[in-house]
């Protein structure tokens, strides 16, 4: 079995504040460690499950945040980024087959968690397709486009509850929940061992029912805090500004939508 794993850090057991989850802080350190931990945690789930092979995609700002030491010798990591539209999933493709994600995070303007963004902090909502845009659906919808079904997530609660429905065989476990500036978190070792469990669960599953079909359709609306960065924003090829704040872009083609998600946000 070979299984991808995408991880970012905002969603894992103790973030709350932007200095937790940026190099060069102070508090870095500890948020990083407890990444590469709960990572740790899905990888040896999925062994227990069969995977022989894992690949890991350090999902979080530099892509610089996972202690490789830490993770079992079937692994390997990709750091850092080269501006594929893949972007958070970086190195999906056809042959896996499962996708996991650990460490996710609210959608941007969600109340459930004080980080809660989606791709970057400009923006005060995101939707898809009339829904409220997560970085989880955003790239598990790239995991499908490749046709690796998504099993499992893990972050905080409001994402799990508003995720449920993308994905017919989703497991999850949440790490904390969130209102406003404040979190209400779980013990981070309870948290890793919940995920070993859970990400060993998911993969036991029936994987050929779990994937799901992408629309047909989609229709991506940003609104921007900063109404110059909307002007800025609608000169992209198939944008136009729908409003003082918001841009509008539609296709039939999912990659498309992927493509324009570094050059927008």
Not at 10 to 27: C, H, L, N, S, Y
Request: hydrophobic fraction near 40%; charged fraction near 20%.
């Amino acid at each position: 079995m070979k299984v991808f794993i995408s991880a970012d850090i905002e969603g894992t057991a103790f973030t709350t504040v932007w200095p937790e989850a940026t190099k060069g802080e102070i508090d870095y350190p500890r948020a990083a460690r407890q990444m590469t931990m709960e990572v740790k945690a899905a990888c040896e789930g999925a062994i227990a499950a069969g995977a022989e092979y894992i690949l890991v995609k350090d999902a979080h700002s530099t892509g610089t945040n996972i202690d490789l030491n830490e993770l079992p010798s079937c692994c390997e990591l990709i750091r850092s980024g080269n501006g594929s539209p893949r972007a958070m999933v970086e190195g999906i493709e056809q042959g896996f087959d499962a996708a996991m994600f650990i460490g996710y995070h609210s959608a941007a303007g969600k109340i459930g968690n004080p980080l809660s963004h989606t791709f970057t902090t400009q923006t005060t909502q995101v939707l898809l397709n009339g829904e409220d845009c997560s970085e989880f659906m955003l790239y598990s919808w790239c995991a499908a486009y490749y046709g690796v079904p998504t099993v499992f997530l893990s972050g905080d609660k409001m994402l799990i509850e508003d995720s449920m429905h993308l994905h017919p065989m989703l497991r999850t476990v949440w790490a904390k929940d969130g209102f406003g500036g404040y979190t209400r978190c779980r013990q981070p070792q309870l948290v890793c061992d919940l995920i070993r469990r859970e990400s060993e669960a998911a993969l036991q599953q029936d994987l050929s029912a779990a994937k799901c079909e992408l629309p047909k359709h989609f229709d991506l609306r940003i609104s921007y805090k900063e109404h110059r960065n909307a002007v800025r924003y609608s000169f992209y090829p198939g944008f136009e500004l729908l409003d003082s704040h918001t841009t509008h872009m539609e296709t039939d083609d999912y990659f498309e939508l992927l493509r324009c998600v570094p050059f927008v946000f």
